[in-house]
């Protein structure tokens, strides 16, 4: 025993010795000019996108960038030496290499130059601080290391096809060989990914989030108003979840409403059905209407249903002055789907958002649509970015062609929600495609911080539909044909708040706005992600025609959404009494 012990750290270090041996080796092998091409890449992936890129983040995205070009080129060369096409070798490949090489470092090193240049370029719309600089190195570093990390895996995947495809040489024709080989590894790759590491992950993620919401955690106590609600409520406090309970127990109260309007207010009705709270889609709808009946919500004059995002977040900067303008006589009803953040929900759950959202609407309206229609409220759909593309997408008006709600007001919707895209089909010639122009305006309009909701429009009809989007907000306009193609929008002429030295670069701006989707939050309020209370503000007003409403009410609103978002509180945080006066 004493012996074998005494070999393992001479094993060991043979084997550590082996290893980098190899690692050096692989290294030493790196192809020159798809690591020329890979630069390239890096250089490209420092211009403007929609949003600004923090250093850490821009380093990764250099890294990968250069990486996939690197293996997309050898691939391309190995196929070209398969079709035994003339291949330059020897001197005339080093001297074809430097001739590459010069043009490469030049516009490598322009690119590293104007780099802060064109951050400042979209920091400066969106009236952020400028930064003197990009931490060059600290890119650099990262995009290196991206790189050998992503190497270093290709490297690992290509011994194992060279070792399937010489065992499968043995048994068969060499050509059947290296495509049964190359399909073998394929589906390696696809079941590690998904059903190994993959699943690691997002099975992380799910309970990560699920912890974040703090379920049956009775530290978030209500306020003593809602004692009584939640004493003859059918739904559980901690079954709501961290979201859903700020929801609740949050928004305007009915005296700082009144303070504010200088009207008598009601005590606008939320009803939020956590996911916990069900097994089913169908279960949770049921609860949810049960306690709308419960709580007389059909005999208020708004009834608003609204679709969460991933966690279940819903925007307050959308329901708290709807409540506010409509005097209180509102009702808000809301069922969770999902623990993930929108972006993962959209990739593991795409279905759970559509069927929740089905489910409630279908519940819902049918309920809705038995009772008399001149004392029944006013029937609205919202959501914001997951949320909106869920209710969007169980908006079916066959079903409501008899006796249609009232509108929607969609925020953020994402670049896969149908009826977005079939809206922006129809836009008339000559419109952008940011801000399309749908037919006279009479059902479908289209709403920005630059655009006045009501502005060359006719009336509206009876159906009022708005989608609220920022030309900034990558969750709208990223589009998977940007791999190759400038998407649609980038084809017109730019918006104020996108950088005018913006412009598509094959494969890099694909992976440019994958990065904005995951920083599309992180910035200013009013770009992006980020939608501002003032927007949805207008929005609703247009589509909601609020009773005694005037343009200095309007006024008044917005300044106390925007003493809320800088004093970082809530609405109702805000002393609404003095914004009255």
Same mark, same amino acid.
């Given at each position: 025993m004493?012996?074998?012990a005494?070999?393992?750290?001479?094993f060991?270090?043979?084997?550590?010795?082996?290893?980098?041996?190899?690692?050096?080796?692989?290294?030493? $092998?790196?192809?020159?000019?798809?690591?020329?091409?890979?630069?390239?890449? !890096?250089g490209? #992936?420092?211009?403007?996108?929609?949003?600004? =890129?923090?250093?850490?983040?821009?380093?990764?995205?250099?890294?990968?960038?250069?990486a996939i070009?690197?293996?997309v080129?050898?691939?391309?060369?190995?196929?070209?030496?398969?079709?035994h096409?003339?291949?330059?070798?020897?001197?005339?490949?080093?001297?074809?290499?430097?001739f590459?090489?010069?043009?490469?470092?030049?516009?490598?090193?322009y690119?590293?130059? =104007?780099?802060?240049?064109?951050?400042?370029?979209?920091?400066e %719309?969106?009236? *952020?601080?400028?930064?003197?600089?990009?931490? @060059?190195?600290?890119?650099?570093?990262?995009?290196?290391?991206?790189?050998?990390?992503?190497?270093?895996? $290709?490297?690992?995947?290509?011994?194992?096809?060279d070792?399937?495809?010489t065992?499968?040489d043995?048994?068969m024709?060499?050509?059947?060989?290296?495509?049964?080989?190359?399909?073998?590894?394929a589906?390696i790759?696809?079941?590690?990914?998904? /059903?190994?590491?993959?699943?690691?992950?997002?099975?992380?993620?799910?309970?990560h989030?699920?912890m974040?919401?703090n379920?049956?955690?009775?530290?978030?106590?209500p306020?003593?108003?809602?004692?009584? !609600?939640?004493?003859? #409520?059918?739904?559980?406090?901690?079954?709501? +979840?961290?979201e859903?309970?700020r929801?609740?127990a949050?928004?305007?109260? &009915?005296?700082?409403?009144? @303070?504010?309007?200088? %009207?008598?207010?009601?005590?606008p009705?939320?009803? !939020?059905v +956590?996911? &916990?709270?069900? @097994?089913?889609?169908?279960?949770?709808?049921? *609860?949810?209407?049960?306690?709308l009946?419960r709580?007389?919500?059909?005999? %208020?004059?708004i009834l608003?249903?609204?679709?969460?995002?991933?966690? $279940?977040?819903?925007?307050?900067?959308?329901?708290d002055?709807l409540?506010i303008?409509?005097?209180?006589d509102?009702?808000t009803v809301?069922?969770?789907?999902?623990?993930?953040?929108?972006?993962?929900?959209?990739i593991?759950?795409?279905?759970? $958002?559509?069927?929740?959202?089905?489910a409630?609407?279908d519940?819902i309206?049918?309920y809705?649509?038995?009772?008399? %229609?001149?004392?029944?409220?006013k029937f609205y759909?919202?959501g914001?970015?997951l949320?909106a593309?869920?209710?969007?997408?169980?908006f079916?008006?066959?079903?409501?062609?008899?006796?249609?709600i /009232? +509108?929607?007001?969609?925020?953020g919707p994402p670049?896969?929600?149908?009826?977005?895209?079939?809206?922006?089909?129809?836009?008339k010639t000559g419109?952008?495609?940011?801000?399309?122009?749908?037919?006279? +305006?009479?059902?479908?309009?289209y709403a920005?911080?630059?655009?006045?909701? /009501?502005?060359?429009?006719?009336?509206?009809?009876?159906?009022r539909?708005?989608?609220?989007?920022?030309?900034?907000d990558?969750?709208?306009?990223y #589009?998977p044909?940007?791999?190759?193609?400038?998407?649609?929008?980038?084809r017109d002429?730019l918006?104020p708040?996108?950088?005018?030295?913006?412009?598509?670069?094959?494969?890099?701006?694909?992976?440019q706005?994958?990065?904005?989707?995951?920083?599309?939050?992180?910035?200013?309020?009013?770009?992006?992600?980020?939608?501002?209370?003032?927007? !949805?503000? /207008?929005?609703?007003?247009?589509?909601s025609?609020?009773?005694?409403?005037?343009?200095?009410?309007?006024?008044?609103?917005?300044?106390?959404?925007?003493?809320?978002?800088?004093?970082?509180?809530?609405?109702?945080?805000?002393?609404?009494?003095?914004?009255?006066?």
């Open positions: 004493r012996r074998i005494g070999h393992i750290p001479i060991g270090k043979q084997i550590a010795l082996k290893i980098c041996l190899n690692l050096k080796k692989s290294l030493l $092998g790196i192809s020159v000019f798809p690591l020329l091409l890979g630069l390239l890449g !890096y490209a #992936s420092l211009t403007p996108s929609l949003v600004p =890129r923090p250093a850490v983040f821009q380093g990764i995205l250099a890294g990968f960038v250069a070009i690197y293996f080129t050898c691939a391309g060369l190995t196929a070209w030496r398969h079709l096409l003339p291949v330059v070798t020897g001197k005339v490949a080093r001297v074809l290499h430097i590459v090489a010069i043009p490469v470092m030049i516009c490598l090193g690119c590293m130059f =104007r780099a802060t240049f064109w951050q400042n370029s979209i920091r %719309r969106m009236g *952020m601080e400028p930064i003197e600089g990009t931490q @060059a190195f600290l890119i650099f570093s990262l995009a290196v290391l991206t790189f050998l990390v992503l190497y270093s895996l $290709g490297e690992v995947i290509q011994r194992l096809y070792w399937l495809r065992q499968l043995k048994v024709p060499h050509r059947t060989a290296n495509v049964l080989g190359f399909v073998l590894v589906l790759v696809f079941v590690v990914t998904r /059903d190994g590491v993959g699943s690691y992950i997002l099975d992380r993620f799910d309970r989030y699920a974040a919401q379920l049956f955690d009775d530290a978030d106590a306020p003593e108003y809602l004692n009584t !609600y939640l004493q003859h #409520s059918g739904l559980d406090w901690g079954r709501m +979840g961290a859903g309970r929801f609740i949050s928004g305007p109260r &009915a005296e700082q409403i009144s @303070a504010f309007t200088g %009207r008598n207010a009601h005590q009705v939320r009803v !939020y +956590g996911r &916990a709270e069900a @097994a089913t889609a169908q279960l949770r709808a049921k *609860m949810a209407l049960t306690e009946i709580t007389d919500a059909f005999r %208020r004059k608003v249903v609204a679709m969460p995002t991933g966690t $279940g977040w819903l925007a307050p900067a959308s329901h002055p409540e303008m409509h005097h209180g509102v009702a809301a069922v969770q789907y999902s623990y993930l953040q929108s972006p993962l929900t959209l593991t759950e795409p279905q759970s $958002g559509l069927q929740q959202a089905q409630v609407l519940m309206y049918a809705w649509s038995g009772l008399p %229609r001149d004392s029944r409220p759909l919202s914001s970015s949320g593309g869920s209710s969007m997408n169980s079916d008006m066959l079903k409501l062609v008899n006796d249609p /009232d +509108g929607a007001l969609w925020a670049f896969l929600s149908s009826l977005w895209k079939q809206s922006n089909a129809k836009r419109s952008r495609f940011v801000l399309p122009l749908i037919g006279d +305006g009479e059902v479908v309009r920005s911080q630059y655009r006045d909701i /009501d502005e060359n429009y006719a009336d509206w009809g009876r159906l539909l708005v989608f609220l989007q920022y030309a900034s990558p969750i709208v306009f #589009s044909d940007s791999v190759l193609r400038p998407p649609e929008w980038m002429d918006a708040d996108v950088s005018p030295y913006l412009q598509h670069i094959p494969l890099v701006t694909h992976f706005m994958v990065v904005d989707m995951l920083l599309s939050n992180d910035v200013p309020t009013g770009f992006g992600h980020n939608y501002a209370a003032s927007d !949805y503000i /207008d929005a609703w007003i247009s589509i025609e609020p009773d005694d409403w005037t343009e200095k009410d309007t006024a008044r609103l917005k300044a106390a959404c925007d003493a809320a978002r800088e004093a970082g509180c809530n609405l109702e945080d805000v002393s609404l009494i003095s914004q009255s006066q």
